[in-house]
Structures are given as C-alpha cells and as structure tokens.
C-alpha cells in the first residue's frame, strides 16, 4: 500500500511561483510512475505532468516552458515547480502513484489533493 501527502498549495498571484510536494510511504519503487492532476471546479480531473514508468517526462500542453517535475527516489518524494502563473491554473492539485502489474493491470493511488489558487 501506497500513501501519499501532499503540501505546498496556497494563493499566489498572476505570475508568481509556486512549488508542490508529495511525499509516498510504502512500498514505492524507482520504476513507479509519479506525478501530479489538477481539477478545476466543474471540469474533468487533467494529467498536468508526469514522470512514466520508463523514467520520461510527460506535460500538459498548457504547462509546459512554465512546470517543471522532478523527484528524489531516495525520498520517495515527487515536487511540481509552478512558474509564471495564471488564473487558470487555479485547481485542486493531485498527487499520483502508478505501477503496472505483470498482468498490465494499473493500479493508482492518489493524495488527498491540495488547492492552488492565483488571483490577485
């Protein structure tokens, strides 16, 4: 089992930074997926950026030139570094942990979420 704490959100202003963190207890390895899902009020859960099982990066369009992921194994711990800011990221933000099994079944887990808002 798999748990997941994230910290880091807040209210920030347009253009402004922003740095999350998720820290995973359990059983977690080097070759786990990591990354984070945003949601905004009224709109569908959205994969912001995510390092695969096979070690890439992967980011949203919306993000990229302006998030950054990165993480430490040797603390099981995944960070999302927000620049520049907009309205629009204003969502609750996820934490993910994925591995697929060997019978290529995903199993998920997901933090409690933490809100980021950027407004002035």
């Known amino acids: 089992q798999v748990q997941l704490v994230e910290s880091g959100g807040g209210l920030v202003q347009p253009g402004g930074p922003l740095r999350l963190s998720c820290a995973a207890s359990?059983?977690?390895?080097?070759?786990?997926?990591m990354g984070w899902y945003r949601q905004a009020p009224g709109k569908q859960r959205e994969l912001v950026a995510v390092?695969?099982?096979?070690?890439?990066?992967n980011y949203a369009d919306s993000v990229k030139g302006r998030f950054t992921i990165f993480r430490d194994n040797a603390k099981n711990t995944v960070y999302l570094q927000m620049n520049s800011l907009k309205p629009e990221d204003t969502a609750v933000y996820y934490c993910?942990?994925?591995?697929?099994?060997?019978?290529?079944?995903?199993?998920?887990?997901w933090g409690q979420g933490t809100q980021v808002t950027v407004s002035s």
């Open positions: 993910n942990v994925y591995y697929i099994s060997i019978l290529a079944i995903r199993h998920d887990f």
């Open positions: 390092f695969t099982t096979g070690g890439s990066t």
């Open positions: 359990g059983s977690i390895f080097s070759t786990y997926a």
